[in-house]
Nanobody, 125 residues
Framework: VQLQASGGGLVQAGGSLRLSCAASGRGRMFSNNGMGWFRQAPGKEREFVAAINWRGRDTYYSDSIKGRFTISRDTAKDTVYLQMNSLKPEDTAVYFC?????????????????WGQGTLVTVSS
């Protein structure tokens, strides 16, 4: 079971990026799991960004990105997305997707059992 994050890159402040997180394996690996995005900037701890429940109807965001980022999922494709708009230099980080052990939305890293390898987002000023 693997999670593959993609879509990172270099963007100017005010720009947009869309990250994707696809699960590889047999069948719909995480269709019953909550999913989340986290990020880790250089020298800082990994922090919560956004979460979505198994059905895609409930979402939760950190205050720092609320109103700018949107998490969504396509269960048929076993893929989770993070649409990032109005990017700021302080959004620069490696972004990780993760699958939770349960079906809801979770902030705590400990609630997540599977992690992707991360994709780098760099926002220039």
């Amino acid at each position: 079971v693997q999670l593959q994050a993609s879509g990172g890159g270099l963007v100017q402040a005010g720009g947009s990026l869309r990250l994707s997180c696809a699960a590889s394996g047999r069948g719909r690996m995480f269709s019953n799991n909550g999913m989340g995005w986290f990020r880790q900037a250089p020298g800082k701890e990994r922090e919560f960004v956004a979460a979505i429940n198994w059905r895609g109807r409930d979402t939760y965001y950190s205050d720092s990105i609320k109103g700018r980022f949107t998490i969504s999922r396509d269960t048929a494709k076993d893929t989770v997305y993070l649409q990032m708009n109005s990017l700021k230099p302080e959004d620069t980080a490696v972004y990780f997707c993760a699958a939770a052990r349960r079906a809801g939305t979770y902030v705590d890293l400990g609630e997540y059992a599977y992690w992707g390898q991360g994709t780098l987002v760099t926002v220039s000023s």
